[in-house]
């Protein structure tokens, strides 16, 4: 394929019942498509697909077009502008205060980052919300990393102090409700791809240094789902809370996988350099 490509040719996806077809109209100009799907395909003005976007989703699902459906594309109620109270400078210099380890300080930009790719899909308004929340969704870790289940707890004294709002505080406590039943369950679309992303990019991350090309450009679908199987391979991410967050968003974990690959694709430092070995 190239990036003129239109439709493509692979395995095809085995999906529970028939979903009709939702594309964007730039899609349905397309006379090829309606030939293909005929009555089945309904046009979503607002879908938020491209057709670049959605051809390298597919890729990372193995080859397939994948088309967004009523289950994967749900269009929810816009949220009005949240305030996170503080910059993107001082959450960073937040973390960078609680946190020495250079790897914690990846992990929160890996989340931010992922975080905002689909904050420009879902919430654009409020990009910079989803970002500080990723940011700094594991704050107190480092410094309590022996009580799980008061994770966020200690987080949320040391938020309020450096200016952070209480919906700030609550999205991030709310990606460690199955920890603590007492602190919030994901509710806002933000809180559950937060849930459901945060454990899994960082399998993805373990996974990418394994690989001879140490990059996350050319891996798929298909390699996650056997680190994923494989529950001695990042013994410490938890694939229950993956597999919840999946379910929370409607998802099947094949989709979740190749979405959060994309997000990470699209920040990934070699992203404009990438060339896959020979």
Request: net charge negative; aromatic share 8%.
């Amino acid at each position: 394929f190239g990036r003129g490509s239109l439709i493509g040719y692979g395995p095809p996806l085995k999906r529970r019942g028939s979903p009709r077809v939702r594309i964007s109209p730039a899609w349905c100009r397309v006379p090829a498509l309606r030939n293909v799907f005929g009555a089945s395909l309904e046009v979503s003005p607002a879908a938020p697909c491209s057709l670049w976007g959605e051809f390298q989703r597919s890729r990372a699902m193995g080859g397939a077009i994948v088309f967004p459906s009523e289950n994967t594309r749900r269009e929810e109620a816009p949220v009005s502008a949240l305030s996170a109270g503080m910059t993107r400078d001082e959450a960073f210099a937040l973390l960078a205060e609680h946190n020495k380890d250079p790897f914690h300080i990846e992990h929160g930009e890996t989340v931010e980052q992922t975080m905002r790719y689909f904050a420009r899909e879902y919430d654009p308004e409020n990009e910079e919300f989803w970002g500080i929340v990723g940011l700094l969704h594991d704050l107190d870790w480092e410094e309590h990393d022996d009580e799980p289940e008061k994770h966020t707890l200690y987080a949320a004294p040391l938020i309020e102090a450096a200016g952070g709002t209480p919906e700030l505080i609550r999205a991030i406590q709310s990606h460690t409700s199955d920890f603590n039943p007492d602190l919030p369950k994901p509710e806002l679309q933000m809180e559950k791809i937060l849930f459901a992303t945060e454990e899994l990019t960082g399998l993805i991350g373990a996974a990418i240094v394994m690989r001879p090309s140490k990059s996350i450009m050319d891996f798929n679908v298909k390699s996650l789902k056997k680190k994923y199987k494989d529950k001695r391979f990042a013994a410490g991410v938890s694939r229950e809370v993956i597999a919840s967050g999946a379910e929370m968003l409607g998802w099947e974990l094949d989709e979740l996988f190749a979405r959060t690959i994309e997000a990470m694709q699209s920040f990934a430092p070699d992203r404009d350099t990438f060339a896959a070995a020979e």
